[in-house]
């Protein structure tokens, strides 16, 4: 079956470390998205794309990167980890760029930073 | 930019209907969206509305407003399992959730 997996699934790290969030997609869809979820906020946009070679910034992207070198695999890359980046990472996919589609998600990645 | 706004908690009885409210203000508007999404999990799809009226779909059923930026998920015969948050999302050029509300169902 098609599915969208994210890897690690938890990860403890250290203030100022770079981290790299894996984020892979079977359904050959063109679109990803990155979302942190923290208590009280939602879920909330950090980098989007509609295909390979695109990425975009969402609301709260600061201190993160993305990478689209083909379809199944959107990685998110924070850069110098900080502890205001301890939150549950989300990966999401869509089929086209049509307004109505849904979103898909995956499992999750909870990650500390120390 | 987006506002959404929904009850933070609610709390029902085995068998009972509780409606979830969802309020918004936004630029644009190309949906509203439901999730459900259980402690620890991904969010899952639920229902989409994009004209007024009432969207059913067996035991769930989503209403929207567009004049009035508003919209409700009914939850009907609850179960145990239907305890989870509930996130409503609204879609201009993308995508915004607001908060949730968590729903716990007692026996």
């Known amino acids: 079956d098609a599915e969208i997996t994210q890897s690690p699934r938890h990860k403890i790290t250290e203030t100022g470390r770079q981290v790299t969030l894996a984020c892979h997609q079977t359904?050959?869809?063109?679109?990803m998205f990155w979302y942190r979820q923290d208590l009280g906020h939602g879920l909330r946009l950090i980098h989007y794309?509609?295909?390979?070679?695109?990425?975009n910034k969402g609301e709260v992207s600061d201190g993160y990167s993305v990478s689209r070198s083909n379809t199944e695999d959107l990685p998110l890359t924070l850069e110098s980890a900080a502890s205001s980046q301890t939150s549950v990472y989300f990966c999401?996919?869509?089929?086209?760029?049509?307004?109505?589609?849904?979103?898909?998600f995956g499992p999750g990645t909870r990650l500390t930073v120390l | 930019g987006q506002n959404i706004d929904q009850p933070t908690e609610m709390t029902a009885t085995e068998g009972a209907i509780v409606q979830i409210n969802c309020t918004y203000q936004?630029?644009?508007?190309?949906?509203l969206f439901w999730y459900q999404q259980h402690a620890g999990e991904a969010p899952t799809f639920l229902s989409y509305?994009?004209?007024?009226g009432l969207e059913e779909k067996g035991r769930f059923s989503s209403f929207l407003s567009r004049s009035k930026g508003y919209s409700y998920l009914l939850l009907k015969e609850l179960q145990m399992k239907d305890s989870a948050s509930y996130l409503c999302?609204?879609?201009?050029?993308?995508?915004?959730f607001g908060a949730g509300t968590t729903v716990t169902v007692r026996a």
């Open positions: 999401a996919s869509s089929r086209s760029r049509d307004l109505t589609d849904t979103q898909y």
């Open positions: 359904w050959n869809h063109n679109n």
């Open positions: 794309s509609y295909g390979v070679q695109d990425t």
């Open positions: 936004t630029s644009g508007f190309n949906g």
């Open positions: 509305n994009v004209l007024d």
């Open positions: 999302a609204v879609r201009d050029y993308k995508l915004s």
